[in-house]
């Protein structure tokens, strides 16, 4: 997680130029970064306040990584879901 963290971190810093860095590297890997993505964008997403750098990049990276790997943002997102919601 820490990995992706930092990933996320430059890439808020950066975006949108470093955001297709994480993109790349989540058309690699897509189920490791959809479900670190989706977690620490939720986990940013409920700090407060929310950092709307981090928040713009967790979106542009799923947009991206939904139109070609599209189930394996389903399948995090129904985990994610399962996992906090406990459903």
């Known amino acids: 997680m820490y990995l992706a963290l930092e990933f996320l971190d430059t890439s808020a810093a950066h975006s949108p130029h470093f955001d297709w860095v ?9 189920q490791t970064v959809v479900t670190e993505v989706l977690n620490l964008g939720l986990n940013n997403f409920s ?3 929310p950092q709307g750098g981090k928040l713009s990049s967790v979106a542009g990276i799923l ?4 139109t070609t790997h599209s189930k394996e943002v389903q399948n ?3 985990q994610l879901l399962q996992v906090r919601f406990q459903i």
Do not use: I, K, Q
Request: aromatic share 10%; proline share 11%; charged share 5%.
């Open 22 to 30: 994480l993109a790349h590297v989540g058309n690699t890997y897509p």
């Open 76 to 78: 995090a997102f129904d």
């Open 63 to 66: 947009g991206h990584l939904s």
């Open 47 to 49: 700090s407060n306040p």
